[in-house]
């Protein structure tokens, strides 16, 4: 990795090395730097270590102040009480609330109206901005990149370190421009438009980098669609995905809980707008898409860079180059039970999924209303949709699309990470094929046995009310 | 953490590119609040039949895997989910090294974290060491940490790269939270000169919802279309 403590020729700098020169505590010559953490935000699963190691050391919380838990992974989404759950999941549960009580952080616990899963709540509450860095213990913590901030996720013995001393040893990472040309069409998400660079770069093709996307099909998105861009970045090798804050940006922000007020609005505002990259600073690579070729998108196989457009045909894994490639693409081909040149089209499904920190906003429960929307579930798919946070259930219960999904025939739920990971009992059953709006494909993801296709709500919400894998713009 | 410096034992070999961290230790298994005891959940869809018996032609259930402390895995190791708990298993498993082509790099910065040496090769000796493990299967394989040297049963050296911190670390068995903790006063100097900052405590004039600190306390739902009330936020730096 490129050691590069110095601006590019000229002082031209990009948004991420902007936010990294203003972050760095100390740094030893050849060493990592010491990098601090504005926002640390915590949930159930990833942190219980984390506070037992502080425990042991006799040490305290730094600041309590700058750190946020909730709890999201294995919480059920049928009610909201713990009875009749796995005895492990209600443990690790009440070990977070001892944790938060004991060390003195703010916790969005099971019965609080603000909580949800932390990609979505932390934005929704303001707590999430531009110029930040932002870590958890969790991978999709590059959703927050979306505000043009550095977030990134983390191992428990880095959420520990965070937990301390408020800072992180990092080295820096290499940057990868990600420009983004047209506009994605009707009934073409944002989803499609990430499945779609996936496909192109590869499951590692960021390893080692962080991407920033630029260019009009990027500026063009909602902030619920950015966040499903940089969400699933780190699905691509890279940890961290970032967007340059703009108007869209502020709009979103101003009068959110966490957002400054007033002249400090003002002063805010004025310091995010010198944010955006210089002109003419370098990254180490591009990669360019054109949004006007890119249709609904759909994984066939056990990673989210195995994905096609939705009506093309599996391909054939004789014709890749190399063996281990040939390998991989056969094993994943028997496990989805297709065949080389077979449609996903058409393919019939037994659960969808339509939730997760990827699409679980209200701008991605929208969408699925909109094809849902006088139209029934098909017989025999179970349906599930999973708001992303308790104020993401409460806006989409006011606008009446939880009447919707409910006169659809669909399972409305509380908020939680749900079918996404599967550690609720929300999960598929061995040889279930579900088309989910989550972020992960691997074997056994959402249950053991369990066949995944990832897709855009629009796309999920069109299985669900024909019974196949469907292209939503038919259904427009 | 133990000091980690040179050590030689047999390996394993999984040739599959992509192993995400799911496969290495599937979610039902993240419920524990501790560290150890991960190993038997191992692999764990791939290392047992439905039934819970050990398949035997799985590599890792092989006779001749007894021992093994190292694993040679395709291209792309441990990508995916951030879990720790994954470095966990395959050391509470036994192994201590994990040899590939290239790493995911959360999972790559969480097992240095924890003593299990990553070691990136190039394509050519990964495929020696694929052929190695089909010819002899009882072969060792030498880690020295200091020489930063592979060595083969033939005796060729192979020289992996790891950067010189990580590496002291590694070969003094020291804890980075120690190592942090120690800069308290620069962590503190940057605090001062960088002081404004989004507080999650800041429930003043009910800005943010007043998370409570145990399970039982009404929160009022997040009101965003509160007129501005002027003075009573911090700038950011």
Sequence with gaps: ?476 | MQPFTQFSSRFVVLPNNNIDTDQIIPARFLKTTDKVGLGRALFFAWRYAADGTPRPEFPLNRPDAAGAQILVAGDNFGCGSSREHAPWALLDFGLRTVISTSFGDIFRQNSLKNGLLPVTVDGETHRRLLALASSSPEAQLSVDLASQTLTLPDGQAITFAIDPFTKDCLLEGVDELGYLARLAPRIAAYEQAHPARVSTLDSVQGRLPPAGLARSQEDAPPSRREAPQGGAGRPRS
């Design chain 1, 1 to 476: 990795m490129t050691d590069r403590s110095m601006p590019t020729a000229g002082g031209a700098r990009t948004l991420f090395q902007k936010i990294w020169d203003e972050h760095v505590v100390t740094q030893e010559p050849g060493g990592p730097a010491v990098l601090y953490i504005d926002a640390h935000l915590v949930h159930e699963v990833t942190s219980p270590q984390a506070f037992s190691a502080l425990r042991a050391a006799g040490m305290r919380v730094r600041r309590p102040d700058l750190t946020l838990a909730t709890m999201d992974h294995s919480t059920p989404t049928r009610t909201l009480s713990l009875a009749g759950a796995d005895p492990e999941a209600v443990q690790q549960i009440h070990q977070l609330e001892r944790n938060c009580q004991e060390f003195g952080i703010p916790l969005h616990a099971l019965d609080s109206p603000s909580r949800g899963i932390v990609h979505v709540i932390g934005p929704e509450l303001g707590y999430t901005q531009p110029g930040m860095t932002i870590v958890c213990g969790d991978s999709h913590t590059s959703t927050h990149g979306a505000f043009g901030a550095l977030a990134f996720g983390i191992g428990t013995s880095e959420v520990a370190h965070v937990l301390a001393t408020q800072c992180l040893l990092q080295r820096q990472p290499r940057t990868c421009r990600v420009l983004v040309d047209g506009r994605l069409g009707r009934g073409v998400t944002s989803k499609d438009l990430i499945l779609a660079l996936i496909a192109q770069i590869g499951v590692g093709g960021g390893t080692g980098h962080v991407l920033e996307y630029a260019g009009p099909a990027i500026q063009a998105l909602s902030m619920e669609e950015r966040m499903t861009i940089c969400n699933m970045t780190i699905e691509g090798g890279a940890r961290s995905g970032l967007i340059a804050p703009d108007d869209v940006t502020y709009q979103y922000l101003a009068g959110r809980p966490g957002a400054p007020r007033g002249a400090d609005w003002d002063a805010a505002v004025a310091r995010w707008r010198q944010l955006p990259g210089d002109d003419g600073a370098s990254f180490d690579r591009t990669v360019t898409l054109n949004a006007d070729a890119i249709g609904p998108m759909i994984t066939y196989g056990t990673n989210p860079g195995m994905a096609l457009p939705i009506a093309a045909p599996v391909p054939d894994p004789d014709a890749l180059p190399d063996g281990g490639q040939r390998q991989a693409a056969a094993r994943a081909l028997a496990y989805m039970g297709l065949q080389p040149g077979q449609a996903v089209l058409n393919h019939p499904v037994d659960v969808v999924f339509i939730g997760s920190c990827t699409n679980g906003r209200l701008v991605d429960l929208r969408q699925a209303a909109q094809i849902m929307a006088g139209r029934h579930v098909a017989p025999g798919v179970r349906v599930l949709v999973v708001p992303g946070s308790q104020a993401v259930k409460q806006a989409a219960e006011a606008e009446g699309l939880a009447r919707i999904f409910r006169e659809a025939g669909a399972e409305w739920r509380e908020a939680g990470c749900s079918m996404c990971i599967a550690m609720n009992g929300d999960q598929l059953e061995p040889g279930q094929y579900g088309v989910s709006t989550s972020n992960r494909n691997f074997e056994g993801r959402q249950g053991p046995g369990g066949r995944t296709f990832l897709a855009s709500p629009l796309t999920a919400a069109a299985a669900a009310v024909k019974g196949v894998v469907t292209d939503p713009r038919t259904l427009l």
